[in-house]
């Protein structure tokens, strides 16, 4: 009974604070009628506030009192209102812009701007700057909207006015999502984030993925955006190698609050530099950065984009300045598809001096419990800092409602039945699937045109096969996986079954288990694909990959056991068998070239490179990623990428005698690796260094052997622990070995200074790989080329010792 009362208390008392809450809304214009988007609205000495829509319509809740409104955008003055809420407001304000003047300020036509001198003092203070706020918190509201203004009638088929549902003139809202969240900082680079709320238009059981961190753009840093937009990142304005790449102009001088603000224009000195354009506003003697309102363009080495304005505002806490409010708005055209968008952040409530908890960070940065998407209508309309416009509004009802539809049984079989249908290009190009979205059930068939196949062991040859998916609760599933592989040549058909059962996805655990005959690559990492050695074999009489058979059942496990540590388990027991080949079929019979034996070390002769034997082994390893940041949501455990190296423990334990178990050894390796470094302006680095040693290696059979990821063609996938020009079976060891992969990437460093190679926005990379094991001592290569998106061309040179062995061309296309 007691608790009855107490719960009824809580209510009543939730209600009469909640009845407490009124609401200010209006519009904000300019003198001259016109809106003024994305103003920011707050209470005078408080960091409560909210920012006005792209339409100048703003809201911002409030308890019963009187107030002083301050209403603030960039450009224009500050306009300060007194308000008494007894019930809900409107009132509607103008905003007149700022002037600022150039009186009182002496500038000769051949002496130095101001500004140069203003800009000096900030760079000077820039390291106090960005560490005078040890640690904060804050409430985080962001939106998001991405629009479709134009596109083809078709693609690759399909009307897209249907795929997408756009309107008769291809246009609308792709993307609009909303989400409110408590943000955590402490320096140098602490955060963590808890979602309160998400909706997503006509996603009803969706989670957002919009994140504060995403937001964060910090001018008091050197650069900013790095690997975001780009891979260099861009040079701040008043970073302190700033005069390098920026010329300052003074706009004007005015007075807020009373402190001196100067407005400065930023002006590349080179059109192609890294760089931002626009505007930046910082006081007299403090020095602060008070507001930002610049821009990127493509010139600037922007990815995917056209033009992208980033406006920050600011509010003064204590004796410093916070963001308030951060908008970035961008448009872009992408193969006749022309899109624009921003997403807008809205910070309040800081409290500069938090007392968080012992152990408070740790790798975990966002948090999505399974609650934040399940706020009703009544809770966005009453905690929605940013009012919606018309066009939001309508997509948001339109898409709701459609969304509940599209759950029903009926919807969902009737677009089955259209979606299901059966069609050659999809049998041949791009898999046939029957998918039942109601029972979470889903069948997927192999394309044809990677099934069919030749080699000189199997000769022509199929080999297919149909995956099923079943989805559980809580984003658990499991998949089957039936495939045949028959050769037409050594009349040879094989056969896998495997299925995995993923159980646990926070703890990215799963079990799978798979059992079979098939044919496989003598190098156990793979060599090329198997079209790849179709193309090979049939015109150019080079069957680079060798083969044989293996039958065997395995099973296997991973599962997290603690932030970034992933560890794997798996038993494997099989039969091996040698093969040889059975066809000389080409068709292109090229002069002085002919096909090779099946056995890589012994290429005019078929011999058995190994006899048929049992295997019986366990393979352990620990995967352990340092620092490893990552974002928790119902649906699963999400990694960032770290800025730390990546290591790998192996050891693999070949049993002798059990189950006739011919193999002998113990295999320990190491493996330390990282992707893309940062180097600032000059670019990325990536490595990749192992180590391991057979500690018994009494009985090793090749496909047992450490094998290396060699290259003996001129075209295939990249991959930077892949070497160049080594080939792919000769150097596989029973002992120790000992290699190491480093690649940087300039970034556009030097091709953007050269004009044609500055337009196809080419990236300049250097790399050297090393080898050493008992028959290669000594192995390294070096290479240099370009890359752009999925394509890489490089020239490199190979070295036995001080002996050069191998020089040319490789191209590479994929990810």
Do not use: C
């Not at 007149?96 to 203070?125: C, F, H, M, S, W």
């Not at 989670?207 to 840093?221: T, V």
């Not at 090329?528 to 293996?550: D, Q």
């Not at 990249?718 to 070995?737: A, E, G, I």
Request: proline fraction near 3%; charged fraction near 20%.
């Amino acid at each position: 009974m007691k608790n009855i009362f107490l719960t009824l208390f809580l209510s009543i008392s939730t209600v009469g604070l909640s009845a407490q809450q009124l609401k200010l809304s209006g519009s904000i214009k300019d003198t001259e009628g016109q809106t003024v988007p994305f103003a920011s609205v707050y209470i005078k000495n408080t960091t409560i506030g909210t920012s006005a829509n792209v339409d100048g319509v703003y809201s911002l809740n409030i308890e019963k009192g009187s107030f002083t409104i301050i209403y603030k955008a960039i450009g224009y003055k500050a306009l300060e209102k007194e308000i008494t809420m007894n019930d809900n407001l409107t009132e509607d304000v103008v905003i007149t812009p700022e002037t600022y003047t150039l009186a009182g300020v002496t500038i000769d036509g051949n002496a130095e701007d101001p500004a140069y001198e203003i800009i000096r003092q900030a760079i000077k203070k820039r390291k106090s700057h960005l560490n005078e706020v040890k640690a904060y918190k804050a409430d985080v509201y962001i939106k998001g909207v991405q629009k479709l203004v134009g596109a083809p009638k078709r693609f690759f088929g399909r009307d897209i006015q249907k795929t997408l549902d756009l309107d008769t003139n291809r246009r609308g809202i792709l993307y609009l999502s909303e989400s409110t969240s408590t943000f955590s900082y402490e320096r140098p680079n602490k955060i963590h984030e808890e979602m309160v709320s998400s909706k997503i238009a006509g996603r009803n059981n969706a989670f957002s993925f919009n994140k504060a961190s995403d937001l964060i753009i910090n001018f008091y840093d050197n650069i900013l955006l790095e690997d975001k937009l780009s891979a260099r990142g861009f040079v701040s304005p008043i970073s302190d190698n700033a005069f390098l790449y920026y010329r300052y102009k003074l706009l004007g001088v005015s007075t807020e609050n009373g402190e001196t603000v100067n407005k400065i224009q930023i002006i590349p000195r080179r059109e192609h530099d890294p760089v931002f354009r626009g505007t930046i506003y910082i006081t007299d003697d403090t020095w602060h950065l008070v507001n930002a309102d610049v821009y990127l363009t493509s010139n600037s080495g922007v990815n995917l984009l056209d033009t992208l304005n980033i406006s920050q505002q600011f509010i003064k806490t204590e004796n410093t300045y916070m963001p308030s409010n951060i908008n970035f708005q961008f448009n872009g055209n992408v193969l006749g598809f022309k899109f624009e968008g921003y997403y807008v952040g809205i910070y309040s409530n800081y409290n500069l001096h938090p007392n968080f908890p012992k152990n408070y960070f740790t790798g975990e940065i966002l948090k999505i419990t399974k609650a934040v998407n399940k706020k009703d209508s009544l809770f966005w309309l009453n905690n929605r800092p940013i009012p919606l416009t018309k066009e939001e509004s309508r997509d948001y009802v339109r898409k709701d409602s459609i969304a509940a539809l599209k759950v029903s049984k009926r919807y969902l079989d009737s677009l089955e039945r259209e979606n299901n249908k059966f069609g050659i290009v999809k049998a041949v190009v791009t898999g046939y699937t029957i998918n039942n979205r109601y029972a979470q059930k889903y069948y997927s068939f192999d394309p044809l045109y990677r099934s069919i196949f030749y080699n000189t062991v199997e000769g022509f040859a199929l080999k297919y096969g149909v995956t099923y998916v079943k989805r559980l609760q809580d984003s658990r599933y499991y998949s089957v996986r039936p495939e045949l592989r028959y050769g037409f040549s050594n009349k040879t058909l094989t056969g896998t079954l495997s299925a995995n059962y993923y159980y646990n996805p926070i703890k990215r655990a799963n079990i799978s288990i798979s059992a079979g005959s098939g044919i496989y690559d003598l190098n156990d990492l793979g060599t090329m694909s198997l079209l790849g050695n179709s193309i090979n074999s049939l015109f150019f009489e080079t069957n680079f990959s060798k083969f044989y058979k293996k039958e065997f059942a395995n099973i296997g496990t991973t599962r997290e056991l603690t932030n970034g540590l992933q560890a794997a388990l798996t038993a494997d027991y099989a039969r091996h068998t040698n093969l040889v080949n059975t066809t000389t079929f080409k068709i292109k019979d090229l002069k002085g070239e002919t096909f090779t034996s099946n056995n890589p070390f012994t290429p005019d002769t078929e011999t058995p490179l190994f006899p048929t034997y049992k295997s019986l082994t366990i393979t352990a390893s620990l995967n352990y990623t340092i620092d490893q940041k990552y974002i928790t949501r119902p649906d699963g455990k999400f990694y960032q990428g770290s800025k730390y190296p990546i290591i790998n423990l192996t050891y693999k334990k070949g049993i002798n005698g059990l189950f006739n178990s011919d193999v002998d050894y113990d295999l320990l390796s190491l493996e330390v690796s990282q992707n893309r470094i940062s180097a600032g302006l000059w670019g990325y680095s990536s490595f990749v260094i192992g180590a391991g040693k057979f500690i018994n290696n009494n009985t090793v059979y090749y496909p047992e052997a450490k094998h290396f990821r060699g290259n003996n063609s001129l075209l295939g996938q990249p991959n930077l622990r892949k070497f160049l020009f080594l080939d792919f079976y000769l150097f596989s060891t029973d002992r120790q070995y000992l290699e190491a992969h480093f690649e940087h990437n300039f970034s556009g460093l030097f091709t953007n200074k050269v004009p044609l190679l500055r337009k196809l926005k080419l990236e300049e990379l250097i790399g050297v790989s090393y080898l050493s094991q008992p028959i290669k001592r000594n192995y390294t290569e070096f290479y240099f080329g370009l890359q752009r998106l999925i394509f890489k061309a490089t020239y490199g040179f190979a070295y036995d010792g001080n002996k050069r062995v191998n020089h040319g061309f490789r191209l590479f296309y994929g990810f």
